[in-house]
């Protein structure tokens, strides 16, 4: 028997994956490229040190390693300057590590004075994590929404003012949803879920109504 086929075989279909990423990569940006010109925002392929550290003080920013941003668009939606970007992170480590891509809708929302918070699905590590006081803000007057998401933020009296019956009933609707706000920013993506070229627009239009609804 020929040990060395089965290496070789690994070797051919790690490099048929590579060039497959490769070249799915280059379609994703070259459309991407496209809804910018048509949305009419300035568009770059990567995200520089500049950036990132611009967003380091959220959650999200801080998982894992092998941090990257790519695709950028930034403009004015409605009014209000936005950003939007492909974000991954790579967490663990050989066999068990993972990369994580997502679509991440940024929102200046400084002049609505928002408090700090952080929003995401609820998980059972979450739950393990309330008995031991890991504070989770949940609200009797919407059930459902407390029990899909855990909400924190550094002072839980400004954050339950602005997540308002609108707001609760928005996140209720739409199920898996994660959302952070340093108080300047708004930020607005699925986790591990990329957004379509062509449905670009589509998620500008959801992150404004949410933003329209901490507004009120």
């Not at 941090?67 to 068990?96: E, H, Q």
Request: glycine letters at 8%.
């Amino acid at each position: 028997m020929n040990f060395w086929i089965i290496p070789l075989g690994v070797i051919v279909i790690a490099g048929i994956v590579f060039i497959a990423t490769r070249y799915f990569s280059k379609q994703r940006t070259k459309a991407i490229q496209q809804t910018a010109e048509s949305l009419s925002f300035m568009f770059s392929e990567k995200g520089g040190k500049t950036l990132m550290d611009e967003f380091n003080g959220f959650h999200l920013f801080s998982l894992g390693y092998a941090r990257r941003i790519s695709n950028v668009l930034t403009g004015k939606f409605n009014l209000a300057p936005v950003t939007i970007m492909d974000y991954k992170y790579t967490t663990g480590g050989g066999k068990n590590s993972h990369t994580w891509q997502q679509t991440v809708l940024v929102i200046e929302c400084g002049k609505l004075q928002l408090p700090r918070f952080l929003l995401r699905p609820e998980n059972l590590f979450d739950k393990i994590g309330s008995v031991f006081g890991k504070k989770d803000i949940n609200f009797e007057t919407a059930p459902v929404f407390s029990k899909r998401y855990l909400l924190r933020g550094d002072d839980e009296e400004p954050v339950r003012m602005v997540f308002n019956e609108r707001v609760l009933e928005y996140y209720e609707q739409h199920p898996g949803l994660c959302t952070e706000c340093d108080g300047a920013k708004l930020i607005y993506y699925r986790s591990s879920k990329l957004v379509r070229p062509e449905g670009m627009q589509a998620f500008l239009q959801e992150g404004n109504d949410l933003f329209n609804l901490f507004k009120t």
